[in-house]
């Protein structure tokens, strides 16, 4: 009970906008830090993050996860990554007029690693719902459908 009452605290600093919010996630990135995802809907569903410590300090206060910004970015799966980094996968309705889905790696204190956001699929007229898990060799696992 205290740790979701603590989450609850921890969250509630996020939603500084007007806006609506959805699909919450928060994950381990390191020894007492965590990532907060979000979804956003402002004009568009946007994806954020913010970075906590175990006292619900903010390290990094929030920060868009996907470079697009047009049309919609929604359902956000993030995983830790074994050198303290993070990945954070989404699927994006816009680039290309359908719906793909979205990577990108951040270092520890929610810096990205890569300047581009990278596509998973290859080839599909709709593709939705990732889910990203971390192997045991350090390697990361997308799935949708």
Do not use: C
Request: charged content about 20%; hydrophobic content about 40%.
């Amino acid at each position: 009970m205290e740790i979701l009452q603590n989450l609850e605290i921890g969250l509630s600093t996020v939603k500084a906008g007007t806006g609506k919010f959805y699909s919450n996630s928060i994950g381990l990135i390191g020894v007492d830090r965590y990532v907060v995802l979000w979804e956003e809907l402002n004009n568009n569903w946007d994806i954020y993050g913010k970075i906590i410590d175990a006292d619900y300090n903010v390290i990094k206060d929030k920060f868009y996860i996907p470079n697009f910004t047009a049309d919609q970015q929604t359902r956000m799966s993030g995983a830790a990554l074994d050198n303290g980094n993070f990945v954070v996968v989404w699927d994006s309705f816009g680039e290309e007029g359908k719906w793909n889905i979205y990577g990108a790696i951040f270092d520890f204190s929610g810096s990205k690693i890569l300047l581009q956001d990278f596509k998973i699929n290859v080839d599909s007229t709709y593709t939705v719902n990732p889910q990203v898990t971390t192997l045991k060799n350090g390697d990361f696992v997308v799935t949708w459908h």
